[in-house]
């Protein structure tokens, strides 16, 4: 098809408000900030707030907060999150004998769905995740006064799991069949199963926490001075000085690309 990593994180962040990681294996860091490539749909990172040359610039505007006193933050281990886009119906997985799969009865995350004829459906498993993400508060405000950051989008939460699945439908109104079964080797971690090898089906597994499938964005958020000491509009304070990134693209096709609006113009 014609884009699919950008039909696969627009569908996500429709469903979400987040962003998907096309390629959950490469790392997206906690503070990394960049600009959406807007043909890919993919973050180009360009730094990180906890690199050390990033504190030099934070010196100039706020010589107290150090960011090494304020690491990303880890939450608790989370249940399994599964995210469905519109047009996409899941069930259970019948099991019976005509699917012949070692452990299938006692896996962890089994199902399938169904995705609609014509249409691009999206579906993301995420196993176990947990957030990590810049502490809240006193950090997202000072960096708003950073100049460097003013046209940058910043990774302000991620979720990382040991274990993923994504899928991006090929609009035939197909059904897959997928499950997290146990290895039989208990030291090792566990294995999905599907009953399909499309191309637009990935999945990993680690017995570590080594995938990041989803992400969120922040951006600064434009400040107009009040005109009228007497308006009911409070200052952001904190972390609302930055709020949720837009897509830079015009609403998409199935395929991915962009459907450009045409203006009509009368002359009288």
Not at 152 to 173: E, Q, R, W
Request: charged letters at 25%; one cysteine or more; hydrophobic letters at 35%.
């Amino acid at each position: 098809m014609g884009n699919a990593a950008r039909k696969y994180i627009d569908l996500i962040r429709q469903s979400t408000a987040k962003w998907a990681n096309w390629d959950p294996p490469i790392p997206i860091q906690v503070g990394a900030y960049g600009r959406l490539n807007t043909e890919s749909g993919e973050l180009d990172i360009e730094g990180n707030i906890y690199d050390p040359e990033f504190q030099i610039l934070l010196d100039k505007v706020d010589g107290k907060l150090k960011l090494a006193d304020f690491p990303p933050q880890i939450g608790a281990v989370e249940g399994d999150f599964i995210v469905c886009t519109m047009g996409v119906r899941g069930n259970d997985l019948k099991v019976d004998g005509e699917i012949n799969v070692a452990g299938l009865g006692q896996a962890s995350i089994k199902g399938e769905w169904q995705f609609q004829r014509g249409k691009r459906g999206a579906l993301l498993i995420m196993h176990n995740p947990r957030q990590e993400y810049v502490p809240r508060g006193r950090v997202l405000e000072a960096l708003y006064k950073v100049p460097e950051l003013r046209d940058m989008h910043i990774v302000n939460s991620i979720f990382k799991c040991p274990a993923y699945t994504i899928y991006l439908s090929d609009k035939s109104g197909e059904k897959i069949s997928l499950a997290l079964t146990p290895n039989a080797n208990a030291t090792e971690p566990q294995q999905w199963w599907s009953d399909t090898n499309a191309s637009l089906l990935r999945k990993g597994q680690h017995k570590d926490y080594m995938f990041t499938p989803l992400y969120g964005l922040k951006r600064k958020l434009p400040l107009i001075r009040r005109l009228m000491r007497d308006s009911p509009v409070p200052d952001p304070e904190g972390d609302d000085f930055w709020v949720d990134v837009h897509a830079p693209w015009d609403p998409l096709d199935e395929d991915g690309e962009e459907e450009y609006s045409l203006e009509v113009c009368y002359d009288f």
